[in-house]
């Protein structure tokens, strides 16, 4: 686990390098692309012998090659890279994705027709069967959350499907596959490509639907609670949030290894599902101090791990609920995200703080996890240990109506959207 998490330090700092110099050729390409766009723009005007050469004709044909491009996301990139002539001949090929067609509330989703997505040679095409929600969707949408270089410009973080066709380096898939992935995005629509490593067999016992409420939590959760906190049997986990995506996981999974699990929620219904969940300890946390609870469920000693969503708002009472060498590690900020810390609470206590996302990781290092999910994880799932929790099924024309729901907060675990 040690050369583990070193091999990943290591590739995240290779990721930061090659995200810069990608970032860089990006925007070289994006600046070289859009001339000569406008060069073929008026040379076709040329052609048809209707040359006007006025300014507000320019610049509605650029805008026009923009949109089929994909650059539909309140101004976010997209990421192809193809030339003018590659793009048109595959222009001919079109499926349906959820786009932002500006910055804002959920009535800026909208189903359109856009082009397919581009194959790699490390990549695999998914038909997709299901995609699910996650809080930082809510964020890409308003324009908060961008996608990183080179990813769709479309929501979703994961999926399931079926594979349609296989990049020239891939070996393991094959068309046919059943599969679920990780995505960077592009997960609300019809099709999405996705690099060979993050995809994952469907685990056998869940439907192919269902698969997809699987890749993102899991890999959040067990980056993060077992990879880097380390959380072993007979210790004792606090996740806030028990009735989230990611929280109906964490407790059924470490329920499986052995942990003894206490969770935060807010009604009375949401904490009782958690309790059938297998959570051990059950703390409203709109009525009671969990800080109090936890130190007196554990005899005042504090639990070895938290799972923290919430941020700022959490930090100094997460300190307070840790034992000594206790481990917190923030996945959100859904609390805020700046804060003061008093370091004499983290050395007296020798606590181990530590905040991660998923989404920026390279390639190299969200394939890494998700292999260690399919050896870990998958087994739980399989054995009918760990199951998909989802609140309700929406159509993808119904996206919006999917935002506004995960918003309310009513919902208990995912909420999937099928194309
Ligand atoms: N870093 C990463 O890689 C990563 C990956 C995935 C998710 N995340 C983060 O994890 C969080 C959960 O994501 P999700 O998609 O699972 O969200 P979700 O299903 O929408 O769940 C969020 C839940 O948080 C609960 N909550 C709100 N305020 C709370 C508080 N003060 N104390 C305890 N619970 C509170 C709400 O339920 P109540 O009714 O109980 O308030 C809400 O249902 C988000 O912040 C997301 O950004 C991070």
């Given at each position: 686990?040690?050369?583990?998490?070193?091999c990943?330090?290591?590739?995240e700092?290779?990721?930061?390098?090659r995200?810069?110099r990608?970032?860089?050729?990006?925007?070289l390409?994006?600046?070289?692309?859009?001339?000569?766009?406008?060069?073929?723009?008026?040379?076709?005007?040329?052609?048809?012998?209707?040359?006007?050469?006025s300014?507000?004709g320019?610049r509605?044909?650029?805008?026009r090659?923009?949109?089929?491009?994909g650059?539909?996301?309140?101004?976010?990139?997209?990421?192809?890279?193809?030339?003018?002539?590659?793009?048109?001949?595959?222009?001919a090929?079109?499926?349906k994705?959820?786009?932002?067609?500006?910055?804002?509330?959920?009535?800026?989703?909208?189903?359109?027709?856009?082009?397919?997505?581009e194959?790699k040679?490390?990549?695999?095409l998914?038909?997709?069967?299901?995609?699910?929600?996650?809080?930082?969707?809510?964020?890409?949408?308003?324009?908060?959350?961008?996608p990183?270089?080179?990813s769709?410009?479309?929501?979703?973080?994961?999926?399931?499907?079926?594979?349609?066709?296989?990049?020239?380096?891939?070996?393991?898939?094959?068309?046919?596959?059943?599969?679920?992935?990780?995505?960077?995005?592009?997960?609300?629509?019809?099709?999405?490509?996705v690099?060979?490593?993050q995809?994952?067999?469907?685990?056998?016992?869940?439907?192919?639907?269902d698969?997809?409420?699987?890749?993102?939590?899991?890999?959040?959760?067990?980056?993060?609670?077992?990879?880097?906190?380390?959380?072993?049997?007979?210790?004792?986990?606090?996740?806030?949030?028990g009735?989230?995506?990611?929280?109906?996981?964490?407790?059924?999974?470490?329920?499986?290894w052995?942990?003894?699990?206490?969770?935060?929620?807010?009604?009375?219904?949401?904490?009782?599902?958690?309790?059938?969940?297998?959570?051990?300890?059950?703390?409203?946390?709109?009525?009671?101090?969990?800080?109090?609870?936890?130190k007196?469920?554990?005899?005042?000693?504090?639990?070895d791990?938290?799972?923290?969503?919430?941020?700022?708002?959490y930090?100094?009472r997460?300190?307070?609920?840790?034992?000594?060498?206790?481990r917190?590690?923030?996945?959100?900020?859904?609390?805020?995200?700046?804060?003061?810390?008093?370091?004499?609470?983290?050395?007296?206590?020798?606590?181990?703080?530590?905040?991660?996302?998923?989404?920026?990781r390279?390639?190299?290092?969200?394939?890494?996890?998700?292999?260690e999910?399919?050896?870990?994880?998958?087994?739980?799932i399989?054995a009918?240990?760990?199951?998909?929790?989802?609140?309700?099924?929406?159509?993808?024309?119904?996206?919006?109506?999917?935002?506004r729901?995960m918003?309310?907060?009513?919902?208990?675990?995912?909420?999937l959207?099928l194309?």
């Amino acid at each position: 686990m040690e050369d583990f998490r070193r091999c990943l330090e290591r590739q995240e700092r290779e990721r930061n390098e090659r995200n810069r110099r990608a970032d860089e050729i990006n925007e070289l390409q994006r600046q070289v692309d859009e001339q000569v766009v406008i060069a073929v723009v008026l040379q076709d005007e040329e052609n048809q012998g209707r040359r006007r050469g006025s300014q507000v004709g320019r610049r509605r044909n650029v805008n026009r090659h923009r949109h089929s491009r994909g650059i539909v996301c309140g101004g976010v990139p997209s990421s192809g890279r193809s030339s003018p002539r590659e793009r048109k001949r595959k222009s001919a090929a079109s499926m349906k994705a959820v786009v932002i067609t500006t910055p804002g509330g959920p009535e800026v989703l909208q189903l359109q027709e856009v082009e397919d997505p581009e194959l790699k040679d490390n990549e695999v095409l998914i038909k997709v069967e299901a995609t699910a929600l996650n809080r930082a969707d809510i964020l890409q949408r308003k324009g908060m959350y961008p996608p990183p270089p080179g990813s769709s410009p479309y929501l979703g973080l994961e999926c399931s499907g079926t594979i349609e066709a296989v990049g020239k380096q891939v070996s393991r898939w094959q068309v046919g596959d059943k599969v679920c992935a990780l995505l960077s995005g592009g997960g609300y629509a019809e099709k999405v490509a996705v690099p060979a490593g993050q995809v994952l067999l469907a685990p056998p016992g869940v439907s192919l639907q269902d698969a997809a409420s699987f890749p993102e939590v899991s890999c959040t959760v067990w980056s993060t609670v077992f990879m880097m906190s380390r959380l072993s049997a007979g210790e004792t986990f606090l996740v806030h949030g028990g009735s989230s995506g990611i929280g109906t996981f964490a407790i059924q999974i470490a329920k499986y290894w052995g942990a003894k699990v206490f969770v935060t929620a807010g009604s009375k219904e949401k904490l009782a599902f958690c309790k059938n969940l297998g959570a051990d300890v059950c703390i409203n946390y709109k009525t009671e101090d969990f800080v109090a609870r936890v130190k007196e469920e554990t005899g005042g000693k504090g639990v070895d791990v938290i799972l923290d969503i919430i941020g700022a708002e959490y930090f100094r009472r997460n300190l307070d609920s840790l034992s000594f060498d206790g481990r917190l590690f923030v996945i959100g900020t859904m609390g805020g995200a700046v804060t003061e810390i008093d370091l004499r609470v983290v050395l007296s206590k020798r606590l181990t703080i530590q905040a991660a996302g998923l989404r920026y990781r390279s390639p190299e290092n969200k394939a890494a996890v998700v292999r260690e999910v399919e050896n870990n994880v998958w087994p739980a799932i399989v054995a009918g240990k760990v199951k998909p929790v989802v609140y309700k099924y929406f159509p993808l024309s119904e996206a919006a109506e999917a935002h506004r729901l995960m918003e309310s907060s009513k919902h208990i675990g995912k909420i999937l959207l099928l194309p």
